[in-house]
């Protein structure tokens, strides 16, 4: 159970980096086509939701872990900083200020980059 | 054997962080070569897969050669098969990102959205893909 669990929130985290790639090649000027946004945005809501339902399944399956860990409530945070991020960059892409949406994107890719280091790291465990 | 198999030493961490990252950046770089090349943005693609796929490649496979030296895995009698399954996909993606990076790169000189330089380089991005879903069932299930 627990490395099919493991395969499916990996499966999901590879999703979010998938979007994490497309939006990077538009912020460094990339064009960017109805297509890509499509299928980066859908990448990010399956994985965003992916990452979370499996992620705190595997924290429920293992006996070592528990709910309230440091390093599970510190991930859920960037979690839905992460979200709240590509929420807004969703909505405002397309709009007058490139600026600000690249900015909000750069500060989410960071997000996630901490977030693979919570899961590495796994702080307080 | 769950339990085991979330217990790591710390100083296998950055190794395991840095295989992980690249991992993550090839397969997001893929599907970006995948998307621009099947919307026929052949200069994307082709920037993609040479400033995208072969850096991120290099930082996997550089990680999973720290890890492994780490876990001493290529030590063991038998060789996991998980390890081998790695190697099988890794290595063999290099002579395919080699390809498809020529591929697209003369589609781009030659300024031609489809014909075989385009195709050849969409079904091996397509391939390595396939290859990396397989890579990450083997290496979070890992078979025995």
């Given at each position: 159970?627990?490395?099919?669990?493991?395969?499916?929130?990996?499966?999901?985290?590879?999703?979010?980096?998938?979007?994490?790639?497309?939006?990077?090649?538009?912020?460094?000027?990339?064009?960017?086509?109805?297509?890509?946004?499509?299928?980066?945005?859908?990448?990010?809501?399956?994985?965003?939701?992916?990452?979370?339902?499996?992620?705190?399944?595997?924290?429920?399956?293992?006996?070592?872990?528990?709910?309230?860990?440091?390093?599970?409530?510190?991930?859920?945070?960037?979690?839905?900083?992460?979200?709240?991020?590509?929420?807004?960059?969703?909505?405002?892409?397309?709009?007058?200020?490139?600026?600000?949406?690249?900015?909000?994107?750069?500060?989410?890719?960071?997000?996630?980059?901490?977030?693979?280091?919570t899961?590495?790291?796994?702080?307080?465990? | 054997?769950?339990?085991?198999?979330?217990i790591?030493?710390?100083?296998?961490?950055?190794?395991?962080?840095?295989?992980?990252?690249?991992?993550?950046?090839?397969v997001?770089?893929?599907?970006?070569?995948?998307?621009?090349?099947?919307?026929r943005?052949?200069?994307?693609?082709?920037?993609?897969?040479?400033?995208?796929?072969?850096?991120?490649?290099?930082?996997?496979?550089?990680?999973?050669?720290?890890?492994?030296?780490k876990?001493?895995?290529?030590?063991?009698?038998?060789v996991?098969?998980?390890?081998?399954?790695?190697?099988?996909?890794?290595?063999?993606?290099?002579?395919?990102?080699?390809?498809?990076?020529?591929?697209?790169?003369?589609?781009?000189?030659?300024?031609?959205?489809?014909?075989?330089?385009?195709?050849?380089?969409?079904?091996?991005?397509?391939?390595?893909?396939?290859?990396?879903?397989?890579?990450?069932?083997?290496?979070?299930?890992?078979?025995?």
């Amino acid at each position: 159970m627990y490395h099919a669990l493991l395969f499916f929130h990996m499966i999901a985290a590879f999703l979010l980096a998938v979007t994490i790639v497309m939006y990077s090649a538009v912020a460094l000027g990339a064009t960017s086509s109805p297509r890509m946004l499509f299928v980066a945005d859908r990448c990010w809501d399956v994985g965003g939701l992916g990452t979370l339902i499996f992620g705190i399944w595997l924290a429920l399956n293992l006996e070592q872990y528990d709910f309230f860990d440091f390093w599970i409530l510190l991930a859920l945070a960037l979690w839905f900083v992460a979200t709240g991020l590509g929420q807004s960059v969703q909505r405002r892409m397309g709009g007058e200020d490139m600026a600000a949406v690249n900015a909000m994107h750069w500060i989410r890719t960071i997000v996630v980059i901490a977030l693979l280091v919570t899961m590495v790291w796994k702080p307080g465990a | 054997m769950s339990a085991l198999a979330a217990i790591r030493p710390d100083d296998w961490n950055i190794a395991l962080f840095v295989h992980i990252l690249g991992a993550m950046a090839l397969v997001g770089s893929l599907a970006l070569v995948l998307v621009a090349l099947a919307g026929r943005d052949l200069r994307l693609g082709y920037r993609a897969l040479l400033l995208g796929v072969l850096p991120s490649w290099i930082v996997m496979r550089g990680g999973a050669e720290w890890i492994a030296e780490k876990e001493k895995v290529n030590d063991l009698d038998p060789v996991p098969s998980w390890v081998d399954v790695g190697y099988s996909v890794s290595d063999p993606m290099l002579l395919l990102i080699i390809i498809s990076t020529v591929c697209a790169g003369l589609a781009v000189r030659r300024q031609r959205q489809d014909g075989p330089l385009r195709g050849t380089a969409l079904v091996m991005t397509v391939i390595m893909l396939v290859a990396a879903f397989v890579a990450v069932w083997a290496m979070s299930t890992k078979p025995t």
